[in-house]
Every structure is written in structure tokens, then in C-alpha cells.
């Protein structure tokens, strides 16, 4: 049995003081069923305009296993589903994502589930990549990629790295940075409060942290 790997404590720092880009994995064609038109949901396999206004009424999606759940209930089969999943998905958290979330991702399944929880902590995308660079190639980590995200810092992020949350754009980009420095995510979910609805809140919160 191979001994886990932990980064050590000058690797983490050095990552913690890198810049941090991008840290939502390069989307390839995944629609998000947070974000998508009833229209682009009825478009996919195995939904009906029925079952996208469904999901529709039921955001903000915050993991794949309700939402693989209400699937489920409306007779879209497992096979029909892992099809259906290659073409839309909300992005689990690499460092809080269940092994069960994480299996629902097309073609993954218990040995690299296995590695994607085994070097958690992830202080940053690019130490995932690496890691499962060990296991596959860059096609497949790419691939991978479009499935997964690591929390962002509120108070250093990136222009890039805030951009990079799926819904974001320039509007809400200043408002993530004018109210810098936070000291806690109801602050954030205040502020935030201001300008969307709860429920976006909260689809938002996923993608942040204050470290």
C-alpha cells in the first residue's frame, strides 16, 4: 500500500504565497444546472422540457447527488445519467466532494476516486492536476478538470481566479473586491445579499473561502 502522500509544510506555504489563477477546472461544453436556459436543459439527452423546468424550480443545485437524485425519481436510468453527465454538471469541491459525488463524474471510478480524495487537502487546482497527472494523461486530467474546483481566497484571489466561478462576470467581480478585506463568509453572504438572491448566495459560497 503506497503511504499517503501529504504536502509538507514549505510546499503548502509556497503554494499559499504563488499566485492563484484560475481555480474552477477550463469548462468543456459542460452545461451548469444552475446557470443554463430551460431551452439548453430540454436539449440534453433524457430531459424533457417537463423534467428542465424541474430542475429549473429546484436551484441552486449545490452537489450532484440531489440533483442524480431527482433524476433518478423522474426514471432516467444510471446509464442514461453517467451519458447524460458528460454533458452537464455541477463542479464538486475537490476538498469536500463525497466519494459517491465524485463516482457520478463519467469514467472515474474507485481507484481514482480513491486518489482525488487521498492528497486532500487541495490548496490549489494545480496541485490536483499534478497528483492526478501520476495516474493518467493530460488528456484525462483536462477532461477531469472540467468536473472539479478548488475554493478560492476572498481576500487575495485573482481577478482571473474570481472570474473563473461559473456566472461571474465583471459586475460581480467588483463587488467580490470592494468589500476586501473580509473577516467572515456571513459577511460575504451579506454583501453578496445585496445584490442576488439567497439561493444564489449560497451557489456562490461554495466557490469561496477566507483562508
Known sequence: MRTRSVPSTAALLLLLAAPITAQVGTNQGLANPNLASESALAALPGISGELAREIIDGRPWLDMLRLDGLLAQRGVSGEARTELYRRMWVPLDLNTASQEEILL???????????????RPYVALAQWRREMGKY???AEVARMESYVFVPIDLNTASDEAILSIPGVGDRMLHEFKEYRPYSAMAQFRREMGKYVDDGEV???ARYVTIR
Open 105 to 119: 463524474i463519467p469514467g472515474v471510478g474507485a481507484r481514482m476516486a480513491h486518489e482525488f480524495d487521498e492528497y
Open 136 to 138: 493518467v494523461d493530460d
Open 202 to 204: 449560497e451557489r456562490l
